[in-house]
């Protein structure tokens, strides 16, 4: 089975303030990670993947193997970062498409 | 240039009567999903497609039901639709091979239930 969870439910920091959103995950075979956001009003949407070890919106998230763990880190928060974050599993590989998400944290960035 | 489309956005039914919610993707993704989303809550998969084999969730109630007729669309039918699956339901899409396994959602479709 893989499962994927998320302990906050609600984060809360400054602007300019590091945040971290934590994700760890369980799985028996090689997983793909993901995070997903979702701003307010609009659809789910990417915002990075292990694979591609990229920043985006100076978001970074690095896969801990030995920790089966997947935090979503960004080392000065902004305002429009306040969103709902999912972090999200898939099979790598094999038949097994499914894709399974955590219950997500939403981030708040006060000014 | 939406590449995942649901139809409608909004929909309301009444208690019971059997309703069908759209999905059309331009992607061409042999990865097809239905997801239940309530207030508050992650999204909840309901089953899944690759290309025309489906793949239900143990624990999705057989008053959920799909089809896919062909690669573009794919459709989420609730057969007696009662108080509680008044929700979001998410339609996305994925490449099952290669390095973009991304998957792409729609707007979704906010059901009520009356």
């Known amino acids: 089975a893989q499962r994927v969870t998320q302990p906050e439910k609600l984060l809360s920091v400054f602007k300019g303030a590091p945040v971290e959103l934590k994700c760890n995950y369980s799985?028996?075979?090689?997983?793909?990670l993901f995070w997903y956001v979702q701003y307010s009003r609009q659809r789910l949407q990417l915002l990075l993947r292990h694979i591609s070890r990229e920043s985006i919106k100076g978001f970074t998230a690095d896969l801990n193997k030995g920790e089966t763990s997947f935090h979503l880190k960004k080392p000065f928060a902004q305002e429009e970062d306040s969103a709902m974050y999912y972090c999200?599993?898939?099979?790598?590989?094999?038949?097994?498409?499914?894709?399974?998400f955590g219950k997500g944290t939403l981030l708040t960035v006060n000014p | 240039d939406a590449m995942v489309i649901q139809n409608p956005r909004y929909q309301v039914t009444q208690f019971g009567k059997p309703v069908t919610l759209s999905c059309s993707q331009t992607l061409n993704h042999n990865v097809m999903y239905w997801y239940q989303q309530k207030s508050s809550q992650a999204p909840k998969l309901l089953f899944h497609?690759?290309?025309?084999?489906?793949?239900n969730e143990a624990d999705t109630p057989d008053n959920f039901q799909s089809r896919r007729p062909n690669t573009s669309f794919c459709f989420l039918d609730i057969r007696s639709p009662g108080l509680g699956d008044a929700a979001m339901y998410l339609c996305?899409?994925?490449?099952?091979?290669?390095?973009?396994?991304?998957?792409?959602f729609g707007q979704g479709t906010r059901l009520t239930v009356v």
């Open positions: 999200a599993l898939t099979p790598r590989g094999g038949s097994n498409y499914k894709l399974t």
């Open positions: 497609y690759y290309d025309k084999d489906f793949n």
């Open positions: 996305a899409t994925s490449r099952a091979t290669g390095m973009n396994t991304e998957a792409f």
């Open positions: 799985y028996s075979g090689s997983p793909e």
